[in-house]
């Protein structure tokens, strides 16, 4: 009997459903998008019922698409949007308080005070990262502290807390499985690195109990199985799981140490790999879990810009310079040049290396010559020289000098912005003929969980190279672009 594998990839705008074979090609591929809620200005919300319901439509649609029984599916993996945060009540599975996105800046004044308090340093040893609005921990005390009631029922046991990972299994398995793996606990501020296990000291820090976790387990082994489900029947192990990131670098087939890759998606983000221990970051890298995969832990450096996809939505919600994303390509390319302009993407602040949640996006260079089409240019330069911070910065942490950047999200088929990208790096960009290498990633975690795939190797066979963008931009115009882009952060 055919084995097949769904792979569930929920993501920031919405949610994408894969159907492999046991070969690793994909039958099927169905999206669907969710509303995006802002309360006020820098607060970013998701109704987590809306991404429960676009999870099941994705899945028919994925099974329909693919023409198989669902009887068929040996398991299902989860990759999601890593650091969103849901509480919900155990006895009704229904949250108390819309999902708490990780863009969301609300929790800033909190993380402030806790700076204030002497507590970063503690934090930033035992988690690898800082003390931002960007992860749960902050986002879970927000909602226990708002929410009429919650801290109480949390302290009675009645509530429990996840990200969308967390979410997902709890009602695909019927509310039985209240699981997460490494690799998302290792976004929560509130797990420590090295034990791989929550720790007291750092709860008591953010204000969160341990009576609304999650149980931390592998990303790769069978959590639990489906029940009560109208899209699926009882019985299918719930078997993969892994924050979209991990996943991606996993589905780019970066097994050894030094290997990375760069996610285009609503944000940038850059992980390489650096294998068995983790590596603390002196310049504004965050140091995180990549994957346990049996006894074995990888981790990674981690770089992220908030923005990078979000931007092309702007230009096209915002300001109506484009009809659809995809325009942007064609519209930048009517100009050699964004004729001086420089975009620096702040729209929800700065991540990695700057971690300045108050920067504010600004455009600089502007004169009546200047056109949407230079607009459009320079957006997309500055999602590329975001990614030069962080990698220069990488680079020094890790003492790897890459020697290539495999990338993947929908703007990797953007050839205009990997030719800049590999260009202002100086880097060859490698983009493989599969660019769903998150929902990849988190299917071969489900896989191999379930005997699908013996072993990575066969993820290594099924993995092909596309195209490959060369450096080719003089050093003197990189250094030129370089100084333009910091002399511009410096105002945002």
């Not at 996840?162 to 695909?172: A, K, P, Y």
């Not at 700057?354 to 240019?377: E, M």
């Not at 999200?409 to 880097?427: R, T």
């Amino acid at each position: 009997m055919p084995r097949h594998i769904l792979a569930i990839d929920q993501g920031t705008t919405g949610t994408t459903v894969l159907v492999l074979d046991d070969r690793l090609r994909v039958l099927a591929k169905v999206n669907k998008e969710f509303p995006q809620i802002y309360p006020r200005p820098g607060w970013v919300e998701h109704d987590p019922e809306d991404i429960w319901a676009t999870t099941q439509t994705t899945i028919s649609g994925a099974l329909a698409q693919a023409g198989i029984d669902a009887s068929s599916v040996s398991g299902i993996g989860i990759t999601n949007q890593r650091e969103t945060t849901v509480v919900w009540r155990r006895r009704d599975h229904k949250p108390v308080h819309n999902a708490i996105v990780w863009q969301c800046r609300r929790t800033a004044d909190f993380c402030a005070g806790m700076k204030e308090m002497g507590l970063e340093a503690t934090f930033r040893a035992k988690t690898g990262l800082v003390l931002d609005p960007y992860f749960s921990g902050t986002k879970i005390r927000w909602i226990l502290d708002h929410v009429d009631g919650a801290r109480e029922a949390a302290d009675r046991g009645e509530l429990a807390f996840g990200t969308i990972d967390s979410f997902l299994v709890w009602r695909l398995s019927g509310g039985i499985a209240h699981v997460t793996d490494v690799s998302n606990a290792s976004r929560t501020l509130a797990m420590d690195l090295h034990s791989l296990a929550w720790d007291d000291e750092l709860l008591d820090g953010l204000g969160v109990p341990r009576s609304v976790l999650p149980e931390i387990r592998s990303s790769s082994e069978v959590y639990g199985h489906t029940k009560g489900l109208r899209v699926l029947p009882d019985g299918i192990p719930i078997a993969g799981m892994a924050g979209d990131q991990q996943a991606a670098l996993f589905g780019q087939v970066c097994f050894e140490t030094g290997e990375a890759k760069c996610t285009f998606g609503t944000g940038a983000f850059l992980l390489m790999n650096t294998g068995s221990k983790p590596v603390a970051s002196e310049r504004g890298m965050l140091t995180t879990v990549a994957w346990k995969v049996g006894d074995e832990v990888d981790y990674a450096l981690e770089g992220s810009a908030f923005i990078a996809g979000a931007a092309v939505q702007w230009l096209r919600d915002g300001l109506g310079l484009i009809q659809s994303a995809s325009d942007i390509e064609r519209l930048a390319s009517s100009v050699p040049d964004s004729g001086g302009v420089v975009f620096v993407p702040a729209l929800t602040g700065l991540g990695a290396p700057h971690w300045r949640p108050d920067a504010r996006g600004v455009i600089v260079g502007l004169d009546r010559g200047v056109t949407k089409a230079h607009l459009a240019r320079a957006t997309l330069e500055g999602i590329a020289l975001q990614n030069a911070d962080i990698l220069g910065a990488m680079e020094t942490d890790s003492g790897v000098k890459l020697s290539a950047l495999k990338v993947d999200g929908g703007a990797a088929a953007n050839d205009l912005l990997m030719q800049f990208q590999a260009d202002v790096l100086d880097v060859p960009i490698v983009r493989p003929t599969m660019l769903e290498t998150t929902a990849l990633g988190a299917g071969l975690l489900a896989g191999l969980a379930t005997g699908v795939w013996k072993s990575r190797d066969e993820a290594k066979d099924a993995w092909k190279e596309d195209r490959r963008f060369d450096p080719s931009m003089a050093a003197a115009e990189r250094d030129e672009h370089l100084a333009r882009w910091r002399s511009a952060v410096e105002r945002a």
